[in-house]
């Protein structure tokens, strides 16, 4: 009964090796994600229990897109196949003052025929005391937005713990939904919302500035129209350019406002997956320390996950401590 | 006034190394491909001056294949950007015993969405003498198979060769037409039949055998039913396994049958895009030599693609007259 | 109660690509093996429920070592952390008369310190109803072999059907106990003998030839001094050079021979774990068919193994029965 | 008639990957370069219609060489095939306080043997409303200057506005010929001079200081003795070390003074071809802003070009705009 | 006579591609390295006379490390073959505040068997003129330690100057040991002692701060207990994180004190060796300079080993010097 | 007195891995070779002592290419620096019927502007016994003819040994010299003509067939010609393909007439350097064993090269001995 649920599309994730465009090299690397998936692996790389529940390809994709997320010992006894292709996309990898380019073939994808039948979640969560979203998945279908939702109500009658990150990505939302109500609806389902000052004003149609005293006032808003909703975490990254950013945390949990210092990043790896590393973190963190533990936990495994090619955070509990204990000097361990 | 004019979708082939799975290594190679594509730009290596038309996706992906296409000296002046994503086809390579085995994502693809509207045939064949298409383009989509058939009416019009591959292949056709009225209805365009008995009985509904007397009986039929089809040209492979096959061809030009000897390919470095090769070499030949030397031609062009990786025969005119000429013990060219 | 249970050393395998000698490059690939794990993956990726019961580092290479053998759905529960460091074998792959070379760094591996309290083969096999065991193990340690035997006399107990692959290897059997006793004392508690003349002339002390009619006597006799033994299976290779092999089995059930005809591998990718496929095969064979048809299982499943890079074979259940059913002509699956 | 024409060596650039010297892997990459022809490619890939002249060998490195130019649509019309091999550079990559090195195999490279008679520059240029030369040309071979200043002479008469970067790089010039003397003689076909106060002194004689006085003075002075210069562009490089850089532009246009604000690039990933980058920056510019823009505009694609691998600058006019529009921060594109 | 002699083990450093785990690709490079080892290949690289003296394994790996060390020209007459498998470390690097990680596979191997009767020191040091020795021999076995004071014992009745490296290092010393009394004992035959405050206290048994006033004291202590010691000379390292350090060093001679500025490594490419470049440099420096200048070229050595990847400073003594004479910008050599 | 000495260019040579074309992939592999030096490197794989004599650049490419050398433990000592960059060629390997080719950049290079006061013979063959040379070193300048001539007058002198293998290339000798007289000169200083009916019908002018009978009277004929040559060795390739060859020798010295079997090399790694191979083999062979055994050894170290990749032929006299024992089928060596 202590299994973590994510529920969320796979998607294989092809790019050219260091900063080079596809035009440069007929040689590329794939590794899978997709932002609940992240989230899971990391979650199983601090030892935690985890399921992810997906629908992938019926092929040698899919075959390998399998044997991946068991690598990582996330339980794939829900993942579906589907008869169509697996999701994917195109990474080119900036540098400095040039951002990173990303492109989807994603619309027609396995994931994207899911459908609320598919999903037997009574079996799927029964062993589960919290489930994670994101604002990617209803932004993809309505089958999507309906599985989802379906199993956000069991988990809620289960007792689930629900984090929700509400991410609104103008990109998709390409099937008829309006985005504030979808996520407003989903949102009642949900205890911990993890999002900034965007994602508030996104879903309450407010004007909050980025001032802590206005964050505080945000989240106090967002609690009284989601009475479900427990803490309120912001992650605040600071770009100097692509390859250098800082990050922080700050958070309202109904009591107490808390921030954290800015982590420094001075040679980023690979920026994909960052939030999902903390999300991952603050879902652990919750899950073992106190409100400021997890923050701080949640902004040392985003800033870790910064030096990891891929979507996923190899990072374990242990790395993770020593930063937040003060560690960020990289002596070698031998 | 000379220009041989394709038709048909590019496709990202991303392959494993050598005999690998993806399973096995997250490196992988990408070429581009596509049946008439593949035709063009083996002509173009070959000092043919062609022009490929087609729909590719409006990101990096399709500048990427753009490119690709333009660094064979294939005019791109006929491509039309889409906002769907490039179609890509996953394979691994066989080897001995072991098939190849080939996932695609294609059938919501760039060139998916292609209606005739989308090319300008007037300007598309202005400067073409001949044009090649293939079983696959009208198998994809409703719209593909209305875009081929208003370019192949023009091309007649101008007076323009019309060579046709009738390949039918089973994993397509879900559009809802079928096969065999679709690809009788196109071949009412054609003068240069590429195809064997299989592809013959499947247009005529007959039953010929593989014997040489039946394929010329079969031929013979064929050009009663098609008066405009002036030759039928068929590749015959025997395969010992997926690393070693034989090649030969026979012809019936409506006068006299001809058969060549067997090519002898031991050992096999990418099969795929052989049978194109065959076809450029055809239509190569029969605008620069007789017809038994076009056939010769052909078949040394197509075994000599078995030798290259990818899709693409890299093969010269030069490269293929010394096969001909029986050069054939791969003695050192320094 | 369905799973079947390996038990054995996990090595890294590392080598350069192609046919590289490491002073060649200094780009290599790894891979993980070991024989018994070869058998385990094997029949997972025939569908099989399987367990693997070893002791690997405890550091970022043991972690690595269990996430590949994770991503084949082979169980890891029994996989105990060692303070020393994993077994590695260089390779370097010949082609031709040239010999491949294998060089061993395992002689204070993890699984060197293996002794029977670390194993609690009464969790570890309370699943299995089958057991493999290879002349490997025993000849590693003293405490490899203890272990081992502890095993073997819980899975009699149990009902666990056991095969032996009696292997002897001389490069191994340095700790002191005579082999051909060691073997002998273990094959009372096996069931399936996987193995040809010379490893019956290994532990009878006999000198029976390669002849049809030896193979039956030696056979008899086998299952005389050994009662348990109720089948004897014997893998021929027959090698034209490195590159080239042909492989057939012959089998004594106690009441009929049987016999293959021989499988044509005529460029072999890998030779290395092709005795594991063919091992794993006819587990999985006698498991799902007749005798006859799971020799039939076992070669083809062998034969295939060498036309996948790496210690593992990657066919399914689909690919070999293709070539039982005479499909070995390497014809594209798309 | 918008033809942008460079005339220039081609050269075979290859590296070890990373900062690897040659010394630690046979394994490098290769990329086509050449300063004039960076500038055409980077110009092409702002959309302009480019074409560039010059003599490669007739080998398949020649061919390489042509469908390298060909991928990104610079016409490969005007040029020619020589019995030379192709010039070669040798690049090993530093870092921080390790400087790159080049070693080059140029000397008797195809194109070393140009001469007047080998480029038809009427039809070369037919379409041509801008020409742009460098001082790497003129210091190779008589040959080269000559044909250059042919070219040179011939736009002038048709008008077209011609570029110069007359940089001089002291281990060229061998064949006997006095640089400033050559140099000085090609700027009077000259309309731009893209250069700062060192060439500037070394074609006047003079002794002119970096400051923003002096660069105005030492332009008014070019001015006067080579009427046809309109504007005098130069570009200014800080370097920290051989991984951080800034650059800034100032500008001379014979009626006001303007300069930029230095972009800093804080994690150079490829520093060759930066110079080139800026150039055709500022030809792009000029013909489609005004001066300031221009300025900005070939600043913001030298600095970009230090994000990418090889010669070439991959950026289009978006990318360069949004940095001009102070869009540094490197945000992620999907 | 004017070998310098190195002695210790020649370890086999596998380690994936750039910040890449082995989790993450199955594709890693090695190199060989072992402190010792690298110390005696930078001096070689600096042009100087050097000999090596290991035991390595009688396989093809053994055969590729003694290739390795020739290809720099250091002597490997002394290297003797032996049965047991070359040691092997892993790594995976690190990045910002990630840690480098390092696992060891080497406690028997190769080098692990060494006793005094197979190192005949009587010839390996007869040209020798300087011999360096580290605290990593001693720490590994009785062997190792016995060997090592045996050649000690010799170089200093034959006039050699010797430099110890008294690194600690608290994962070795395994056999039994005191590492205090041990290196204690190899100090008595030393004249230059290259370590800083915490390699002081350690063999003192002291409590010195790293304040400059407390390393002056600390050194003269060091030299009245051993009266060998001339020289004490001491590397400080700052690190911002895994990937920016700052370098410089100070010594005392006995007679005064002098301090280096910080030499600035604001990108790390790799930081393994570079302990041993500083030995190197200094070894090299004391040879050619005087005091000030070898430790300015010992800490510009150590500065440039960062930036190439692998165990061995490639740089030679023109490229050190030209650090040392101020040139760090890292300007292109062409 | 026991050195082999070879002198000749060193080349590095280019090549993309497998059987792609540079126009395929910009990753490509380098080696160094050159016939003499594969030579040289191979009798050092023999553990004989050798020295090779050569003008390589003094770059860091040179550096790359001593370093090469050094590796093998073939002596330096005697290889000159020069202003020239060193030559290179181009490799595409073909395979079945498609030729490799190869493209040189070489008129130019280090060895280019060899003379005779470059070379300190006296001292270069002081501990030579033995001396071999090349029909290609002749063939590039003059100053190349020269300076060989001046070694075989010393070598002749002093005594040594020596080999000839006088091909023919005829894409050489572009300097002036007749190849016929020139060959002829130099076999003067000969006594063992390692040449089929080719070369001596070209040194003879003569028009035998390769018919044994014939290569004996040829032989004789050679012998009277040239009293020096003791021995005439032939060696017979038979290709069925690029990918398949089979080898043989035959060999008249005088007294009799010998011939090998021809051995099998079914599946080719890499061609080039095997006749190097087979000349370093004879020269081994006939300072160890009979005339016959030479010739066995020669043909299984030709063999044996034909499945290393790259141009030197790692096999040891044990791997050599073993072929010439008949264990031909590359059963595995653990």
Redesign the interface.
């Known amino acids: 009964m202590n299994q973590i649920i994510t529920f969320g599309e796979v998607l294989m994730r092809?790019s050219p090796r260091?900063?080079?465009?596809?035009?440069?090299?007929?040689?590329?690397?794939?590794?899978f994600g997709g932002t609940e998936l992240n989230v899971a692996i990391s979650i199983a790389n601090f030892g935690g229990n985890v399921k992810h529940i997906s629908l992938v390809?019926d092929?040698?994709?899919g075959?390998?897109a399998v044997?991946?997320i068991?690598?990582?010992?996330v339980s794939t006894s829900s993942v579906v196949r589907s008869k169509?292709?697996?999701g994917?996309y195109?990474l080119?990898v900036?540098?400095?003052?040039?951002?990173?380019?990303?492109?989807?073939?994603r619309?027609?994808s396995s994931f994207s025929e899911v459908l609320p039948a598919m999903v037997d979640w009574e079996k799927a969560i029964k062993k589960g005391n919290w489930m994670h979203w994101t604002g990617i998945t209803p932004a993809l279908t309505q089958g999507a937005y309906d599985t989802l939702k379906e199993g956000l109500i069991l988990a809620k009658e289960k007792g689930l713990t629900v984090s929700a990150d509400p991410t609104y990505?103008s990109?998709l939302w390409k099937y008829g939904k309006d985005p504030k109500e979808t996520l407003v609806d989903l949102l009642h389902y949900s205890n911990i919302f993890i999002g900034g000052i965007n994602e508030i004003n996104e879903v309450l149609g407010t004007d909050y500035s980025y001032a802590n005293e206005d964050f505080i006032k945000a989240s106090k808003q967002l609690m009284e129209t989601f009475p479900s909703i427990e803490k309120v975490v912001d992650k605040i990254r600071t770009?100097?350019?692509?390859?250098?950013h800082k990050i922080r945390a700050r958070m309202w949990n109904g009591k107490e406002f808390r921030e954290t210092n800015d982590?420094?990043?001075?040679?980023?790896?690979d920026?994909i997956g960052t939030g999902d590393a903390f999300a991952a973190g603050l879902i652990y963190g919750l899950q073992h320390y106190d409100d400021y533990k997890a923050m701080l936990f949640a902004c040392a495994a985003c800033?870790?996950k910064?030096?990891?090619?891929?979507d996923v955070n190899?990072?374990t509990v242990d790395?993770v401590v020593k930063?937040i204990e003060g560690?960020?000097?990289?002596?070698?361990?031998?």
Do not use: C
């Open positions: 092809i260091g900063n080079k465009k596809f035009m440069q090299s007929n040689i590329v690397e794939f590794y390809s092929d040698f994709i075959d390998t044997s991946y068991r690598k990582f010992g169509r292709p697996l994917v195109f080119e900036g540098a400095v003052m040039r951002p990173s380019q990303i492109s989807y073939n619309s027609h990505r990109g770009a100097l350019n692509a390859s250098s982590l420094d990043i001075t040679h980023i790896v920026r800033a870790l910064h030096t990891y090619e891929g190899y990072s790395d930063i560690n960020i000097s990289g002596r070698f361990v031998r």
